[in-house]
Nanobody, 115 residues
Framework: QVQLVESGGGLVQPGGSLRLSCAAS????????MFWVRQAPGQGLEWVSK????????CYTASVEGRFTVSRDKAKNMMYLQMKRLKSEDTGVYYC????????RGPGTQVTVSS
């Protein structure tokens, strides 16, 4: 059974940093693209970043480019999102996601950027 579990969220002041983690199991992690998506309060899902199966290529939505870095560790079946210079508009629930036989995402981790 495909399972994704996020962790690392919390409350941080504007300008601060957080590192999110995603633990993957139940599928061949090294064979699939992985994604981070987020949902701000009262808004729909927004794609944030993606990383190729090998980790050799990454892509980001414009609003986080240069501030966020996605990475993955195939030995640990883990994906990470390093977030720096956080802004209030980064507040939301962050999910990791993949597409195996269909779209799968974890339960999410809350990120709140506020002074």
């Amino acid at each position: 059974q495909v399972q994704l579990v996020e962790s690392g969220g919390g409350l941080v002041q504007p300008g601060g940093s957080l590192r999110l983690s995603c633990a993957a199991s139940g599928f061949s992690f090294e064979d699939f693209w992985m994604f981070w998506v987020r949902q701000a309060p009262g808004q729909g899902l927004e794609w944030v970043s993606k990383i190729t199966p090998t980790g050799g290529s990454t892509c980001y939505t414009a609003s986080v480019e240069g501030r966020f870095t996605v990475s993955r560790d195939k030995a640990k079946n883990m994906m990470y999102l390093q977030m720096k210079r956080l802004k209030s508009e980064d507040t939301g629930v962050y999910y990791c996601s993949t597409h195996t036989n269909g779209a799968v995402r974890g339960p999410g981790t809350q990120v709140t950027v506020s002074s």
